[in-house]
């Protein structure tokens, strides 16, 4: 099976501007979770779509969205962009029930100026 | 709320030397346990997992048992590479209220010397 693939790996935009991100889960994977890594804060919970509803959110504020289509694909959008905000975002997979392991995509790797 | 802690690290070993990486937790319920590994630019990959107490997890020499009574998920290896330096994230998931969110540790950077 292919593995878990994002697109664009890597973006520069200022700040002000919006992005959006995408993220192709594994085939037959129903959950899709999105995680911001940086050096300083780790490795934190974005938000977790399952048959295209949220199903669980982070702590992030409302500049950060989601949305997941009938194929299982997501993205993630982020307006009015901060320095703050760069970082690796990182997706990761699942069939979506409770004890499923994730599976990580390479992650975008987003540079705010 | 669910936390992990990992041992601050960076940590550096000599090739063959034995590898302890302590992993604790904190979680209500019974929580997956996870160990995932991240190479330089690239994403986190599954390492080993334990879904109950006391299991044992292991992958490519890696070992870490599930204990509750310490609520702990030390990883262990009993003689490094130098391909296995990396970045190592202890992990767990409660996927009965949480499903879908992984709560993890701060990482600790292994480098291993020839």
């Known amino acids: 099976k292919a593995g878990v693939t994002q697109t664009p790996r890597y973006l520069i935009k200022t700040r002000g501007q919006q992005v959006t991100l995408s993220c192709s889960p594994i085939?037959?994977?129903?959950?899709v979770s999105w995680y911001q890594q940086t050096p300083g804060q780790g490795l934190q919970f974005l938000f977790e779509?399952?048959?295209?509803?949220?199903?669980n959110k982070g702590n992030f504020p409302g500049r950060f969205s989601g949305r997941q289509f009938s194929n299982s694909r997501s993205e993630m959008n982020v307006s009015t962009l901060e320095l703050g905000d760069s970082a690796l975002y990182l997706c990761?997979?699942?069939?979506?029930?409770?004890?499923?392991?994730?599976?990580f995509g390479p992650g975008t790797r987003l540079t705010v100026l | 709320g669910n936390s992990v802690t990992q041992m601050e690290g960076p940590v550096t070993l000599s090739e063959e030397a034995f590898l302890t990486i302590n992993c604790t937790y904190t979680a209500t319920g019974y929580p997956s346990l996870f160990w995932y590994v991240q190479y330089p630019g690239e994403g986190l990959q599954l390492l080993l997992k334990?879904?109950?107490?006391?299991d044992k997890g292991s992958n490519k020499g890696f070992e870490a048992t599930y204990r509750k009574e310490t609520t702990s998920f030390h990883l262990e290896k009993g003689s490094v590479q130098v391909s296995d330096s990396a970045v190592y994230f202890c992990a767990l998931s409660d996927g009965l209220t949480n499903a879908g969110k992984s709560t993890f540790g701060d990482g600790t950077t292994l480098t291993v010397k020839p």
């Open positions: 779509y399952f048959s295209e509803t949220q199903r």
């Open positions: 085939s037959g994977h129903r959950s």
């Open positions: 990761a997979s699942s069939p979506g029930f409770e004890t499923d392991t994730q599976y």
């Open positions: 334990a879904t109950k107490a006391d």
